[in-house]
Structures are given as C-alpha cells and as structure tokens.
C-alpha cells in the first residue's frame, strides 16, 4: 500500500537513528530540533530545573553563524556572462545585464542572502526550482535516505506539505486535479477529529508500476497522495479498513527538483554540518558553568551573622531598629558569603569559549573586534588570511554548486522568458559602456553621409568634425542621464556564452588579473592597430577575458549593428508572462 509505505518511510526518518561508524549514532531530525532549540537559546527539557529554579541559556552560537553568513556572501553582481569561441561579445554584454534585471525582478538577491543567513545554522539549505523561480525547503519536513551522500543517491525524496483546506484547493487548481478527488481528499479530511492541516505527500522515487503484482517493474515516479481519512474497525476492535488516503496524481518523472548546499560534509550521512551542531558540546559546557555560577549568586547575595550568645536570635533587619544596643555574651560577626571561584568559573569559560573560536574559525580578527594590545600588525594580517582562506574555501563549493543550479534551470527560464521584445534601461557606467560599442560606427555612419553630401564642393569632414559629431552623438544619447534600449524578438537565440561566478579571488585571482591589465597595456604600447584591426581585436578580447578582465572597462567593444532606440517604449528586464496571464504592460528598472 502506497500511503503505509510513505508513512513508513518518514516515521523511520524522524525516530530511527542511523549508523555512521560502530558507536556513533545520527538521526537528522532530532539534530535538527536540537539545532532549532539552541540558536532560539531555548532548553529542550524547559526552563525550570530541579530545584524549581530558572534556568538561563547562555547563547554561543548566534554570533559564529554571523561570522560564517558574512564571510561566505557573495552577490548577483557577482553573476558572469562570459564568451566562448565563435561568439559576440556585445550579445553577451547585454545579456549579462539583462540577467541582473531578470535576477533583481525575481528577487534572486534574497534568496543568497537567505541562503548564506541558513547555511551555517542548519548545515544545509535546499532550494526548490519552480518554472526558474526557487522555493526554500523546510528541512523539518522534508524526509530523504539519511545515509545518502546527495539527494540523487537518495532512495526517496518526500516534502510534506501541511495545508489548510484553502490553501489545499488553491495548490490543486494550479496542479490541475481531478474535481472528484479534491473534493473526496476534503470530504475524509472533515471526517477526521483534532486535525487541522491536510497532509499531503509530495514524493520522488521509484514504486512498482503495479501495486498488487509482486513481480512489478519499478519506475521512478513523482506522487502527490494526501493522507487522508479514518481507519475502520470491526466490533472486537480489529482493523478492518486501513485508509488509503487519495492518491491526487502520479506520473513518470525524471530526477526531481531539489538543489542541495552544504556548508560542510561527512561521509555516511546527507545532512551537512552547520556551526550551531558542530557547537553542541561547548554550548553544554557553557550552560552549565553560568547555571552553576547564577546559583552561587544567589548564596554571594546573602548576608548572614554569626554569634555564640543563646539570646541573641531573629533577624537583625526585621528585629533591631537603628539606634538599638545589642548586648551579649558573645559579638556578631557577619559570615563571609564572597564566591571563591571567581577565577575557576573565568578559566572555565574563556577555555570553552576558546574551544567555540577554533570550532568555528570566529577569531577576533575576523569579528572586527580590536587585537590585543601588542599585537603586531603582521600577525594580524597572516591570522586573517588564514581564517578567511578556510571560508573561502566553503564560499567556492557553495558558488559552484549555485552556478550548476544557474546554469541548468535558471538560465533557461531566462532565455525563455526573453524571447519577446522587451526594453532594457542603462545608466551610469553601463550607459558609458554602450556608448563606446556604438560611437565610431555612428561617427562612421555620420562622416559617410557628410563626406557624399559634399562631393561637389569638396569639402570633407576634419578629425576636428569628427571629434564634434562624436561629442554630438554622445550627448544625445546620454540625453537624460538614461538610455532605454529595445532588446529584439529572439535577440539571444543563438548567443554563444559560458557563466560563472567571480567571487573575491577565488575564480580569477588578483594576480592574474594585474598582470592581464599590464599585458594589455603592453600589446596596445607596442602595436595600437591592435584595438581597430578585427582579427586582433578579437584576440585582445578574449586574451582579456581569459584573465578575468571585462573588455568594455578597458576598450570600446565592437558592434556590428547599433540598436537604435524605441520611441515610447519604457521599461526593464523581460517582459515575462505570469502563469499564462496576458501581459499588459513593460516594468522599468534601473543599475
């Protein structure tokens, strides 16, 4: 049975720990509430000890997942357009700024941010790719193989998604089921008692194409079944009927749509290592030290007396008014209440909280707090190359794995939605850019039409008359301070490109980029035909692309053919279509 399978299946995921090595025991759902009870500096047990006393949370972990959201971010601007061989280089420029308008209209900008705030809480962050648009996975339900390297080698993927009656129908309108099984699936659903939220499985794996045939083939399939309805019995008490739940839709499918990213991996289980559980051991530790040290508080607090004289009982605060004689046969000394292990409980805790540094590589050079007193600024600088080298590290794992995700099932959806005509704005530095590509074809254009206009007087333009139609044409396109370009139908149908994402020195380094620069500056010294000859035009760009040097910062880059300018068109990005709604109008958007 389908249902009892699934079931199954994710009631072993949240209560089944696996085995990782002889004597070490992982199960990712009570890691994940673990790790969901330390950040939010909450006990598990309660707040309230033993003794009926509060319990206070002495939070270490926040402040190392900053350190790690912060040093691994990257950004859209980071996003790069490169082209490959037998490519134009100006169709990739204005696709790569086309893209940015795309990513910022599908607030692609959050999505990292989000990305990088989660990935050192959680270990593992997992994205869900809908028609180019991605969906973050809640981890607490979302049940995989827990021994699977990745979820390719996951035997079974399944989403549970917990929905109201109205959130349910609005799911099956835009999934297109049957009428007569949306209202079965709520008809069972008001049948059951105490439950709020329809539960519907959303699951990727193979199943036997024929249930009741042991010797069924087995075919990977996706599989939408709402668990649904009460189970009969008999008068003895005996199952009868066991709920089959609704079975919504099935179909053959091929892979699925996850996208993982893990901040650190272990071999013999999926979920990566996050800060907040590779600190478990020192947020224990650190608990119990400023537990035990509030509850010497309370004693440091008191004062008591002492006296050897029978008669002299009470209280001194409530019984004796200032003035009082006291008389006796014995003085009243007051007993010493000071804590005496002040420096144990500061050793003890600067030791864990040391221990929480070298877990994490959160040092204070990377916090930006101030270095002791003395530090020398050599050292200072070699500690923090070290600490941002282990970061870096993690930050081009992640960049990789976000340009395969790019690459495959965001670019595409680009590219469609691209395809109509739609209107690009420009502005700034990127207006400087589009200007030096279409200038002197422009300026060429003009002097032609001049140079045959004078033919009987002779009277041909001067580089003078040059340099004035260039500042001329110049000016009138950055009239405004904005130039709205119309991208063509199909404009990027047979563009030729490669991406990649250019994160601080990791995919091009420094180095290699100063010494394109002073390449460059040396091939244009010893041969200036070099910029206007095509063919070695052609060569200078790609040498300098090759080096992580963008050719339109440096040079102007060649175009064949201007774009020329709509007018009353306005707008930004791509005029894409929303679920099958006509579109009415063009956004406009600014870089």
Request: charged residues 30%; glycine residues 6%.
């Amino acid at each position: 049975m389908l249902l009892k399978k699934i079931n199954q299946e994710v009631e072993d995921f949240k209560n089944k720990p696996i085995t990782i090595v002889p004597g070490l025991f992982f199960n990712q759902y009570q890691t994940l509430q673990t790790v969901f009870f330390y950040y939010n500096s909450k006990f598990s047990t309660g707040d309230i000890d033993e003794d009926g006393d509060r319990k206070y949370f002495f939070n270490i972990v926040k402040n190392p997942c900053k350190v790690f959201s912060k040093s691994i971010d990257f950004d859209t601007k980071n996003f790069r357009f490169l082209t490959t061989g037998g490519g134009d280089t100006t169709k990739t420029w204005f696709m790569e700024r086309d893209f940015q308008f795309w990513m910022r209209d599908k607030n692609f900008g959050k999505v990292l941010n989000r990305t990088f705030r989660e990935l050192p809480i959680f270990g593992t962050v997992v994205l869900k790719v809908i028609e180019g648009v991605p969906h973050f996975v809640d981890l607490r339900n979302f049940a995989v193989e827990q021994t699977a390297d990745n979820l390719d080698d996951s035997s079974y993927i399944t989403e549970i998604h917990n929905l109201t009656p109205d959130q349910f129908r609005n799911t099956a309108k835009k999934m297109k089921w049957s009428s007569a099984l949306v209202r079965e699936t709520l008809n069972k659903f008001y049948l059951m008692e105490g439950i709020s939220h329809i539960r519907l499985y959303e699951r990727y794996g193979e199943v036997r194409i024929d249930e009741d045939s042991a010797d069924s083939e087995y075919e990977y399939r996706r599989i939408f079944i709402a668990d649904v309805g009460v189970d009969e019995f008999d008068q003895r008490g005996e199952l009868v009927v066991e709920k089959p739940g609704v079975l919504l839709s099935e179909e053959k499918w091929d892979g699925h749509p996850y996208w993982e990213f893990h901040a650190e991996k272990m071999s013999g289980r999926w979920l990566g290592i996050g800060v907040v559980e590779s600190l478990f051991e020192p947020q224990i530790r650190h608990n119990e030290i400023a537990n035990i040290q509030s509850k010497s508080s309370y004693w440091a607090g008191l004062k008591l007396f002492f006296s050897r004289d029978p008669n002299m009982k009470g209280n001194l605060a409530t019984d004796k008014r200032n003035g009082d004689v006291i008389t006796g046969d014995s003085e009243v000394t007051m007993i010493n209440m000071a804590e005496q292990n002040l420096a144990y409980f500061n050793e003890e805790s600067n030791k864990w909280m040391r221990n929480r540094d070298e877990l994490t590589f959160s040092f204070d050079v990377v916090q930006g707090e101030r270095l002791p007193a003395g530090t020398p600024l050599g050292s200072a600088q070699l500690a923090a190359a070290q600490t941002l080298s282990y970061f870096e590290m993690i930050q081009e794992n992640i960049a990789l794995d976000f340009k395969e995700m790019i690459y495959k099932v965001i670019i595409p959806q680009f590219e469609k939605d691209s395809t109509d005509e739609h209107v690009l704005r420009l502005v700034g530095k990127d207006l400087d850019a589009y200007v030096a590509m279409i200038k002197n074809d422009l300026v060429a254009k003009e002097v032609i039409r001049l140079a045959i206009k004078s033919v009987r007087t002779l009277k041909f333009p001067t580089s003078k008359d040059r340099d004035v139609i260039g500042i001329a044409i110049e000016e009138s396109i950055k009239q405004g301070k904005e130039h709205l370009l119309p991208i063509p139908k199909g404009f990027y149908k047979d563009v030729k490109y490669d991406f990649d994402i250019d994160i601080t020195g990791e995919s091009v380094d420094t180095r290699v980029r100063s010494a394109t620069k002073f390449a460059i500056l040396q091939a244009i010294t010893a041969d200036p035909t070099i910029t206007t000859d095509p063919t070695k035009r052609k060569l200078l760009m790609s040498f300098a692309e090759d080096g992580g040097v963008n050719p339109t910062d440096i040079f102007d880059v060649e175009s064949k053919q201007p774009i020329d300018v709509v007018p009353g068109r306005a707008g930004g990005g791509v005029s894409a279509p929303r679920l099958g709604t006509p579109q009415q109008g063009q956004t406009t958007q600014t870089i």
